[in-house]
């Protein structure tokens, strides 16, 4: 699945394209499949969101949007050696730490 | 320490106000990012994976109690309640938000603090040896000289825009505590025969991706002629540095490609035209600057220690460094606890310091570019009870230069340039080497960790030199050894295939086997290596 990322403009942080707007949570991501590059164009157009892109991405065996690299893995979750600093994963269980 | 003058803080209080706007409009959709990055960046301002990351600049690492309280504020007002203190002896700021960012620099200028010039293609950060002015074996006290510098260098106009970023080191000893020759200029301050004091140029090293050592391209200049040589070097770089390709932009590539002598030659040409346009500052302006380096009022006192506590000890041996005055030494404060992130202190750990600072250390403070902070100027008869406080709070680590006092860049876990996270490597090396127990029997083995090539963590200096690449998605580390950031300064060679984190970490403690079944009485590990080579190495690795 495609997939569109960037950083919020006013705190900087990690965010995902959900089909309406921006959330911080990479399991809101959706499939943007052919419309990647359009959606692209308008929001970096609308000026919210900082250098957004579009990656692949897939679902983990326990239902979560697993980024196809690494750094979109880590930008997701937060760093490694801080869990303390995590994303808040809204409830959600079953987190896998995935590198 | 010098204390801004009305000039200084005009400037830095004007650049707040000037940046506050900038912001806004960037806010309100007014500015694209591509319009708005060169102007964070100019202002330390970074966009880092997760947030956006402020860069602090403390000029060659020296601060007082009250600056590094500052820092401690900001990482509670601002940030998460941390900073992490890097291989350029700034301070790193990893959550900071657009909206706050401005007010973050005003609170710095309070202090005589800013983050100007700690990105972008300019002269950066001056950095300097740690011990300046408390160290037994330096000619002067270079600092006076590389405030000169940063004074020179801050919004020079001819300079904002050079080919790539440009960095300046200056010690004053033979002992280089700086990596001063892995610099685009690294200049010694030196006596010469007639004992006048004067500067050693070395011009053309760096790290990155093309690390080469600085030759030498002067071997004095009289301190009146300083600015006016440094300004003739960086002029011929400006003039001819590449600008159609960033990976050949650093000065590195133009004393390479030139060759040193004709680089030389030009240097010397522009000098002799410079001398007679009159840019060197006068002499009163040197002296006004120095006599903020002034000593502080050292008292005499006792000159042995208690060793009774093993423990403490053993932090002697290790983090205390010999200073000039004979009743006094110079602490280490690790932060590099076993099992912890190098370089990262909390708000509370910085107050403490800086307490500590005030209490035993004349109200000053260094970032060592090790990623630890120093108290320069510490009473003999003061250490137990600076130990005791200090290993209160998880600072007291007895490690300087040991395989457990790792530099790492902060890598994937924060930085958008990394292919490989850094820190965990330098975790779990940490816990194993503090598990064998084999630290102090290794002796000085100065391990360092890069996440990508762009060499924050100056693993091409590293006795063994670990850094991260991405191969296929996953992250891979190379192995290197031999290098050197000091007098004996010397590139690290890669021993061969990478490896995946488990392995690089069982490779370092194989080449820590060879090591210590191979050395000689009184070898380190770089003179093992120096002395066996790199095949024996080789052999443990790959079989």
């Known amino acids: 699945m495609k997939i569109l990322t960037g950083n919020d403009l006013g705190s900087g942080a990690v965010t995902w394209w959900n089909g309406k707007g921006w959330s911080l949570f990479v399991d809101d991501a959706v499939d943007v499949g052919e419309d990647a590059d359009e959606i692209l164009a308008r929001e970096t157009a609308a000026r919210r969101v900082n250098v957004p892109y579009a990656i692949e991405a897939s679902i983990d065996a326990a239902g979560h949007v697993r980024p196809a690299h690494i750094k979109d893995r880590v930008r997701a979750l937060g760093p490694t050696v801080r869990r303390d600093l995590a994303v808040p994963t809204a409830g959600k269980t079953g987190w896998d730490w995935v590198i | ?543």
């Not at chain 2, 000289?145 to 904002?160: C, D, K, V």
């Not at chain 2, 403490?352 to 250390?361: E, G, I, Q, T």
């Open chain 2, 1 to 543: 320490m010098y204390q801004y003058d009305q000039y200084d803080q005009a400037m830095v209080d004007a650049r707040v106000e000037e940046f506050r706007d900038q912001a806004r409009r960037r806010l309100e959709g007014k500015l694209t990012e591509d319009q708005f990055k060169p102007l964070r960046l100019m202002n330390g301002l970074y966009l880092q994976l997760h947030a956006y990351m402020l860069r602090v600049a403390i000029p060659y690492g020296t601060l007082n109690a009250r600056q590094m309280e500052a820092l401690a504020d900001i990482a509670d007002k601002y940030d998460r309640g941390y900073g992490h203190f890097t291989t350029r002896q700034n301070i790193q700021y990893n959550w900071i938000k657009l909206d706050d960012a401005a007010d973050a620099l005003a609170d710095l200028a309070k202090v005589e603090m800013h983050a100007i010039q700690t990105s972008g293609n300019c002269i950066r950060n001056i950095s300097s040896d740690h011990f300046a002015g408390a160290a037994h074996d330096e000619v002067a006290d270079p600092r006076p000289y590389a405030e000169l510098l940063r004074q020179w260098s801050s919004f020079h106009p001819e300079f904002t825009y050079l080919p790539r970023k440009f960095k300046i080191a200056v010690i004053a000893a033979e002992k280089d505590r700086a990596a001063m020759r892995l610099h685009d200029i690294g200049i010694r301050i030196l006596k010469n025969d007639a004992g006048e004091i004067g500067a050693q140029f070395y011009a053309g090293g760096g790290m990155g991706r093309t690390p080469m050592i600085a030759p030498l391209i002067r071997d004095f200049v009289p301190l009146d002629q300083l600015i006016t040589y440094a300004e003739a070097c960086l002029r011929v770089y400006n003039r001819y540095g590449r600008r159609d390709n960033k990976y050949k932009a650093r000065i590195k590539i133009l004393v390479h490609e030139l060759g040193a002598a004709e680089y030389t030659r030009q240097v010397e040409e522009e000098f002799a035209h410079m001398l007679s346009a009159g840019v060197e500052p006068p002499r009163e302006e040197l002296a006004r600057i120095a006599a903020y380096f002034n000593d502080p009022a050292f008292v005499d006192g006792p000159k042995t220690i208690d060793r009774s506590d093993p423990d403490f000890a053993l932090w002697v041996d290790r983090n205390t460094h010999r200073h000039k005055h004979d009743a006094y030494v110079s602490a280490v404060i690790s932060l590099k606890p076993v099992g912890g992130i190098p370089g990262d202190a909390t708000s509370d750990q910085m107050r403490l310091v800086a307490k500590l600072a005030r209490d035993y250390s004349f109200d000053e403070l260094r970032v060592m570019h090790t990623q630890n902070l120093l108290l320069p100027h510490v009473r003999i008869a003061d250490l137990p009870a600076l130990w005791a406080a200090l290993d209160a709070a998880g600072l007291g680590s007895p490690n300087m230069d040991t395989i457990e006092d790792i530099i790492a860049c902060p890598g994937l876990d924060y930085c958008s340039l990394a292919n490989a996270r850094s820190i965990p490597l330098a975790q779990r090396i940490t816990e194993r080497f503090a598990a064998n127990g084999r630290t102090g029997e290794l002796g000085e083995l100065k391990l360092k960790i890069s996440g990508c090539i762009n060499a924050c963590g100056h693993h091409h200096a590293g006795h063994i030199g670990i850094l991260g690449v991405d191969k296929k998605g996953t992250e891979n580390y190379q192995l290197s050894l031999g290098g050197s950031e000091a007098e004996d300064v010397s590139l690290a060679k890669i021993t061969g295939p990478g490896f995946d984190e488990d392995g690089v970490i069982a490779a370092v403690e194989t080449v820590t086997d060879v090591y210590l079944g191979a050395r000689q009485d009184g070898e380190r590990f770089l003179d093992t290596y120096r002395r066996i080579g790199m095949e024996p190495f080789k052999e443990a690795l790959y079989g």
